[in-house]
Nanobody, 114 residues
Framework: VRLVESGGGLVQAGGSLRLSCAAS????????MRWYRQAPGKQREWAAR???????DYADSVKGRFTISRDNAKNTVYLQMNRLKPEATAIYYC?????????WGQGPQVTVSS
């Protein structure tokens, strides 16, 4: 297993959750890490990315409320989700590409109740 996620769960609207993704060093080191999400009945969509140098980028739908970060000492990437809305309910996937291969986490469920 190369990407191990944790931190999903049920939260009320307006609340916060933090997702973690621990990666094997061969995937994490020097690599851009991304978070995607897939809401019920919808296609998987990109949410955020962080480069090996720490630069970040966000989808418009999460900008200002989600923060992606990485801890290189732990080979771990995080997604801090604040002021959550019910439409954020989805399965969240950590993702990386190495040697033209796509690696995905198992996808913890995040459910935001109204």
């Amino acid at each position: 297993v190369r990407l191990v996620e944790s931190g999903g769960g049920l939260v009320q609207a307006g609340g916060s959750l933090r997702l973690s993704c621990a990666a094997s060093g061969s995937i994490y080191s020097g690599n851009t890490m991304r978070w995607y999400r897939q809401a019920p009945g919808k296609q998987r969509e990109w949410a955020a990315r962080v480069t090996s140098g720490g630069s970040t980028d966000y989808a418009d739908s999460v900008k200002g409320r989600f923060t992606i970060s990485r801890d290189n000492a732990k080979n771990t990437v995080y997604l801090q989700m604040n002021r959550l809305k019910p439409e954020a309910t989805a399965i969240y996937y950590c993702h990386a590409v190495r040697n033209c291969l796509n690696y995905w986490g198992q996808g913890p469920q995040v459910t935001v109740s109204s």
